[in-house]
């Protein structure tokens, strides 16, 4: 079923969204935003990585992907793994990657204006290879320093931008908490429109518990940003609240639970099969897709928060900032799967359907605007109404399966009742069930005209 745990995730810093913009193929999703759709959500295994193993089924090596960029360079781009290598306890690799299209079209121009072909000619045809606003080059280094602590080095440069940017991890596990000390300069954010920002430093302290046997779960952490936002599309709206500068403590508590109505267990006859040459093992592409079942689930927690400024009153939206916060959120999902994803064909139709409330608080203010003639604080109005969020999945053949994500807004921007389409999603997945779980994902957001194929590793 779609994932419960964004639910709480989605008001701290470090939900990494997918997205072709960058080399390591991660934005931010903004705090104190709706939930995001469950499959932007981006891949566990590093981007570096999924270059790695996702080279081996390319040609080269080499990884399509599509973003918006300024005209000349296109959205078409091309991204590889240049080089690798690795011990015991550490390795270190550079990425790159190459838009072709202001290639073609100089070239293209170039040829247009030949009469004779003559040396001079090569050589200006050569220096448009030069152009370094057709490369980015990234360089990633993971060090282990303990069995249970590592820490990740990365920096890229894209040859259209002036600065590099630059991210450092440490992430330490304990036998039931996470500890992960992030830092980056600058970190990209995306909204819940497709937009992006860029805060010039951001520093996050985090604490997360693992889920519990009986749904527990709680997070704290410090987080510090530095510098006013920028926005990257040329945007003229104002930068969210929780971008500007300033130190923020965080925590959240809550509660997850799942019943079945009815579940169709996995029995040995369905894996190992006899035939008259033997037992043949046949598992399902996904341990997780193994089992029809009809089940719902829920999450439901609070949050508290206190902002600290960064001793700079130059922006009126830090004003605006509540210094102090606390809001309960929830969620409720009902999930249906008819097959056992084992056969090649029709052995996999499932939908999810999951209604997310981000902010109580607010969603209670929008309530009593309909007795009272109030104009809404477009602010707020992000989160004053519930989001409903539906996943159809169906295979295709063997291990193919097409997925869309769509989310709808269940009030109108005028806050009148209303259904909107606010978000969708398409994919086609391709399950590797050698991984167990495992996946290529090829995906593209119509609403961001993005696209990007990714490896999915360790999804449940």
Known sequence: MANM?????????????????????????IPGEPIPLDGTKASRALRIQQLSLLGNGFPLGIIPSFSPTNKELGSFALQSLL??????????????????????????????????????????IGKHFLEKSLYALGVCAQLSLTPSSSLLLSTEKHG?????????MLFHKLPDHDITLE??????????????????????????????ENGLRYRFGLHKSSGHPRAVDNITDEPPHS????????????????????RIKEKKEDVIIETDKGRIYNPSYDIRLREPHAAVSGIIGGTVE?????????????????PFGVD??????????????????????RVDARLDVSSASTLAKQVSKVFREVSADDARDVL??????????????????????SKFLLNSPSGRPGVQLEDFLCSLNYSLKLLQSGKVVAWYSPKRKEGMIELRLFEF
Not at 84 to 93: D, G, I, M, R
Not at 250 to 257: I, Q, T, W
Not at 306 to 316: F, I, R, T, V
Not at 328 to 344: I, N
Request: proline share 4%.
């Open 160 to 168: 259209e931008k002036r600065g590099p940017r630059s991210r450092a």
């Open 328 to 349: 309960l959120f929830g969620s409720l999902c009902y999930t249906f799967q008819h097959g056992k994803f084992r056969k090649s064909f029709g052995d996999l139709t």
């Open 83 to 124: 080089f690798k290598t690795a011990t015991s306890n550490w390795w270190l690799a550079f990425t790159g990657q190459f838009r072709p299209k202001k290639l073609i079209s100089d070239i293209k121009t170039d040829l247009s204006n030949v009469d004779e072909w003559e040396l001079p000619v090569l050589k200006d």
């Open 5 to 29: 745990r964004t639910a709480m995730d989605a008001a701290f810093w470090d939900l990494n969204i997918s997205t072709p913009r960058v080399l390591d193929g991660t934005a931010r999703s």
């Open 306 to 322: 206190a902002w600290l400024k960064n001793g700079s009153n130059s922006s009126s939206d830090s004003r605006h900032r509540s």
């Open 384 to 405: 004053s109404s519930p989001r409903l969020s539906l996943i159809l999945q169906q295979q295709v053949a063997g291990p193919i399966v097409f997925r869309v994500d």
């Open 243 to 262: 971008l500007m500068q300033g130190i923020c403590g965080k925590a959240a508590l809550s509660y997850e639970k799942s019943k079945d109505f009815w």
């Open 183 to 212: 830092a980056a300069w600058p970190e990209l954010y995306i909204d819940h429109k497709g937009r992006y920002w860029e805060v010039p430093e951001s520093i996050s302290l985090d604490c997360s518990s693992l889920v519990s």
